[in-house]
């Protein structure tokens, strides 16, 4: 599998660079999970009411919607993703303008899109990998929101904005 997508990689491009934006960007999804874990945390706070030295669920109260905690999560992703394509894509048609460059030799081979595949296959796999990766973490907050959420404090709908 790897001597497949190793071909689809430009030959002057630095593979240092993609390891280090894509760990930026799974810094980001880090960051976002933190994010969550304390608009989830503060919204719990708000059920209960400190009675004495215990804390006493408050009857009524209701957390708010799950989009609501969530609100920040998805244009940052978008951005981000945006980002990467705007940075990755032009380094690797530089790095064929580079040194020996390669960029003529690549216009005259029979495949006259390789190019174009070599430019956009990482980073657009790096982007799938990462909205995969955002996916998965909203399931997992969205699993928190409804089983670390007291009994009868979830509202009728948690979609609702």
């Keep these: 599998m ?3 997508l190793k071909k689809r990689f430009p030959p002057g491009a630095s593979k240092g660079i993609e390891v280090q934006v894509f760990t930026i960007l799974e810094l980001l ?14 919204a719990k706070e708000k059920l ?3 009675v004495g030295a215990e804390q006493v669920l408050l009857d009524g109260t209701v957390m708010p919607p799950f989009p609501e905690l969530t609100r920040n999560i998805w ?10 394509l705007a940075c990755l894509v032009p380094l690797h048609y ?21 190019i174009h ?5 990482f980073p657009l796999l790096e982007v799938a990998a990462f909205f995969l990766t955002a996916l998965i973490l909203y399931g997992i907050f ?6 670390l ?9 948690i979609w609702r904005v």
């Design 75 to 84: 244009p940052d992703f978008l951005v981000a993703s945006l980002v990467l």
């Design 48 to 50: 209960y009411e400190w």
């Design 29 to 42: 999804l880090l960051i976002r999970s933190a994010s969550f874990a304390s608009n989830f945390h503060q």
């Design 142 to 147: 969205l699993l928190c929101y409804l089983k």
């Design 117 to 121: 595949k070599q430019c956009w296959t």
């Design 2 to 4: 790897w001597n497949k």
């Design 94 to 114: 530089l790095s064929y303008r580079t040194g020996s460059k390669s960029i003529y030799l690549m216009r005259r081979l029979p495949d006259r899109n390789l």
């Design 149 to 157: 959420t007291p009994a009868g404090h979830l509202p009728l709908d």
